[in-house]
């Protein structure tokens, strides 16, 4: 593209363009209608002074005969600024006036309304002038001819035609001006946001626009654009977090099961030996498959897609029916389960699915690791409303997790020490953030002197 | 009975049709959307196996043409998407039941055998019977040999699921899923601990157990 080009696509030039067509338009019009306005007054004028004379000038030959308007015409002809008059036989012969010449045609038309002729003043300069005049024939068969010069209308078209190139150059000073700043000014923001996005586009994920304070549009849309990319950041980060894991975490796993394989085929050829290792692998497999699943759901979760079906449904309900389901395996492990709820049902639009299975996870952990060292366990699950907000409450009574552990403990595949014995994924407590978040909500790990207090707070509105 | 498995994967096909087949079952086979739907179509068949991802065409839409058709032979459909709302749109089409790849054999096996027995109009039956055991769904009363067995409700629905499926293995997530209507995976042997709780009523001090732990399967009563 060229430099012209160039120039003449931005939004500045156009700007400019547009503001010089609007003005000129606007201008000229308004030079048009005062030039036209003023030309039909001052013909007006001209017609009606050639009007009066004429008049007089009949007048006077009533009274007096040609004789006595020679002598008035002789009488007037010669003040300054004086009419234009004329008095000529049938023959043509001039008689009287200060016109020293005129078109014969002229003077052959006895036309009622005045004409526009050329003709050249009996003053001594030879130049030709344009004048209104009017021929009338008197009874005697003389010609008069009374007109006006229109010097003074031609004048006042200079004038205005003056004016009118003056708004020109004006316009254009002004158009200049408003590029200059539009440009300076205003674009050169938008360019410094479009540079920027450029180089995160680049690949400088964390960089940011500008936001300069002023709280202009330009502030706004910095400002959205910088939450987008804080989200896409925050999403590109996830993805490289799960392909992260998946490689650290599953391929331990794989590996296993592979070694698993081959040391069966490298063994003896035995049915027995042969059907442990293959039960061995179907267990390692669905394990793995576990842990592939809770994976790919916190990762959709988390990508906000509607996952389950967001229903208006009773908070109540659900911490009563995950209760119900976990309380035999609770029992079973020495664990007493008790589940309160709210007097009134406390609805909110939320997967039950998704709700149940991050309580679900919530019990489990508990029960795995949250006995105390001595003395009776005890799981307290609960639903409370405080205000607009669900509070979903799990908590044990067992040893807890040191302050500095608990962000660590809602990361993906954290597994704290004690836990590392255990059979699990360490993905548990990552997918009830995730639910937590998909419901708008947030959860928080507690001390419950003693025990772990997890809480899920999720707006109702 | 006859199962129709429109299935693209040579390789899962051909297993799985062994398998049925040496479950007792006679399956046919078709590779591929347009061919299943003819096949379909044609009748015949007491279970469809649909896997959702087909060449040509897709396993939902053969379903929802069939629907539309009034054929409404159980579908039982088969994806390896697995995500909730994959399973909601599979039932809204018209499948009848929703199974996620990677499965266990046993687990397809005993779905498909469930949905077959749904055939049979059971909505007028009242009171089932197994052996000496007797559930009444309108007066929800248990009895075995004519002796009450109070039962809390949920356990009730668990015994009802059980003997609706009478005689075929029923696996733990159907029991989660029918019973509890939940679809995640409890990770715990939360559905085990319920069984030993309703076996400790039914079979407790009874000579003969009904209630039966299928090995790497389920449960059956019997």
């Given at each position: 593209m060229t430099r012209i080009g160039k120039v003449v696509r931005t939004t500045a030039f156009k700007l400019s363009a547009i503001y010089i067509a609007v003005f000129s338009v606007f201008s000229l019009f308004f030079i048009l209608y005062i030039s036209y306005s003023t030309n039909v007054l001052l013909n007006q004028q001209l017609r009606d002074t050639?009007?009066?004379?004429?008049?007089?000038?009949?007048?006077?030959?009533?009274?007096?005969?040609?004789?006595?308007?020679?002598?008035?015409?002789?009488?007037?002809?010669?003040?300054?600024?004086?009419?234009?008059?004329?008095?000529?036989?049938?023959?043509?012969?001039?008689?009287?006036?200060?016109?020293?010449?005129?078109?014969?045609?002229?003077?052959?038309?006895?036309?009622?309304?005045?004409?526009?002729?050329?003709?050249?003043?009996?003053?001594?300069?030879?130049?030709?002038?344009?004048?209104?005049?009017?021929?009338?024939?008197?009874?005697?068969?003389?010609?008069?001819?009374?007109?006006?010069?229109?010097?003074?209308?031609?004048?006042?078209?200079?004038?205005?035609?003056?004016?009118?190139?003056?708004?020109?150059?004006?316009?254009?000073?002004?158009?200049?001006?408003?590029?200059?700043?539009?440009?300076?000014?205003?674009?050169?923001?938008?360019?410094?946001?479009?540079?920027?996005?450029?180089?995160?586009?680049?690949?400088?994920?964390?960089?940011?626009?500008?936001?300069?304070?002023?709280?202009?549009?330009?502030?706004?849309?910095?400002?959205?654009?910088?939450?987008?990319?804080?989200?896409?950041?925050?999403?590109?980060?996830?993805?490289?977090?799960?392909?992260?894991?998946?490689?650290?975490?599953?391929?331990?796993?794989?590996?296993?099961?592979?070694?698993?394989?081959?040391?069966?085929?490298?063994?003896?050829?035995?049915?027995?030996?042969?059907?442990?290792?293959?039960?061995?692998?179907?267990?390692?497999?669905?394990?793995?498959?576990?842990?592939?699943?809770?994976?790919?759901?916190?990762?959709?979760?988390?990508?906000?897609?509607?996952?389950?079906?967001?229903?208006?449904?009773?908070?109540?309900?659900?911490?009563?029916?995950?209760?119900?389901?976990?309380?035999?395996?609770?029992?079973?492990?020495?664990?007493?389960?008790t589940a309160n709820t709210a007097p009134q049902p406390i609805m909110i639009k939320a997967s039950r699915e998704l709700l149940g299975q991050a309580l679900a996870n919530l019990i489990d952990n508990a029960i795995k690791y949250g006995a105390p060292v001595e003395g009776a366990a005890h799981i307290a699950l609960s639903a409370t409303r405080e205000g607009d907000t669900l509070v979903l409450r799990v908590a044990d009574n067992g040893p807890g997790i040191p302050a500095d552990d608990r962000e660590r403990a809602l990361q993906r595949f954290v597994r704290l020490e004690k836990s590392r014995t255990q059979p699990g994924s360490g993905l548990g407590l990552s997918l009830v953030a995730a639910v937590a978040r998909l419901h708008h909500g947030a959860i928080e790990l507690g001390d419950g002197n003693p025990g772990l207090v997890v809480t899920m707070r999720l707006p109702l509105k | 009975?006859?199962?129709?498995?429109?299935?693209?994967?040579?390789?899962?096909?051909?297993?799985?049709?062994?398998?049925l087949r040496e479950a007792g079952h006679v399956p046919d086979h078709a590779p591929d959307g347009d061919?299943?739907?003819?096949?379909?179509?044609?009748?015949?068949?007491?279970?469809?196996?649909?896997?959702?991802?087909?060449?040509?065409?897709?396993?939902?839409?053969?379903?929802?043409?069939?629907?539309?058709?009034?054929?409404?032979?159980?579908?039982?459909?088969?994806?390896a998407l697995g995500q909730v709302d994959d399973r909601v749109a599979g039932l809204r089409a018209g499948g009848d039941d929703y199974l996620a790849k990677p499965y266990a054999f046993s687990e397809l096996l005993a779905r498909v055998e469930a949905l077959a027995r749904r055939r049979i109009p059971d909505a007028a039956e009242t009171v089932f019977r197994v052996g000496d055991l007797e559930l009444d769904r309108l007066s929800h009363t248990v009895a075995r040999s004519g002796q009450a067995i109070p039962l809390q409700p949920r356990e009730f629905r668990l015994l009802e699921y059980l003997m609706k499926h009478a005689g075929q293995v029923v696996t733990r997530t159907m029991l989660l899923e029918n019973v509890w209507d939940y679809h995640f995976d409890p990770q715990t042997n939360v559905i085990d601990v319920h069984i030993s709780r309703l076996r400790a009523k039914i079979d407790k001090g009874f000579r003969e157990p009904l209630l039966h732990t299928v090995r790497g399967a389920g449960y059956m009563i019997k």
């Open positions: 050639i009007a009066t004379e004429l008049l007089g000038l009949s007048d006077q030959y009533r009274v007096g005969g040609l004789q006595a308007v020679v002598e008035v015409i002789e009488q007037r002809a010669h003040q300054p600024g004086a009419s234009l008059y004329l008095v000529t036989d049938i023959s043509g012969r001039i008689l009287a006036g200060n016109v020293a010449e005129v078109a014969n045609d002229v003077l052959s038309t006895s036309s009622i309304d005045p004409i526009t002729v050329r003709y050249q003043r009996y003053t001594g300069d030879s130049e030709q002038r344009t004048a209104l005049v009017q021929v009338v024939r008197l009874p005697s068969g003389f010609l008069l001819l009374v007109g006006r010069d229109t010097g003074e209308r031609e004048q006042f078209r200079q004038i205005i035609g003056g004016a009118l190139a003056w708004a020109l150059v004006l316009m254009i000073a002004l158009a200049t001006l408003s590029y200059i700043f539009v440009s300076r000014v205003v674009l050169r923001r938008i360019d410094s946001l479009s540079a920027s996005s450029r180089r995160i586009m680049e690949g400088d994920l964390a960089g940011r626009l500008e936001v300069t304070g002023s709280g202009d549009e330009f502030d706004r849309l910095a400002d959205s654009l910088n939450a987008m990319l804080d989200r896409i950041e925050h999403l590109l980060y996830g993805v490289k977090d799960v392909s992260d894991n998946i490689a650290h975490d599953l391929k331990t796993p794989l590996t296993r099961l592979r070694n698993r394989v081959e040391t069966a085929l490298a063994g003896p050829a035995d049915a027995a030996n042969y059907r442990a290792a293959l039960e061995a692998t179907i267990e390692e497999s669905d394990q793995l498959i576990k842990t592939f699943n809770a994976l790919l759901m916190i990762a959709r979760i988390e990508a906000g897609s509607p996952d389950g079906e967001m229903t208006e449904i009773d908070a109540n309900a659900v911490v009563h029916d995950v209760a119900e389901l976990y309380e035999p395996v609770a029992d079973e492990a020495g664990v007493e389960l | 009975m006859r199962i129709l498995l429109i299935e693209d994967d040579k390789e899962a096909a051909a297993y799985l049709s062994k398998a061919q299943g739907a003819s096949m379909a179509a044609d009748g015949g068949y007491d279970v469809l196996v649909v896997d959702r991802m087909l060449p040509k065409r897709d396993g939902l839409s053969v379903i929802e043409d069939l629907r539309k058709k009034g054929d409404h032979t159980p579908a039982l459909i088969l994806s």
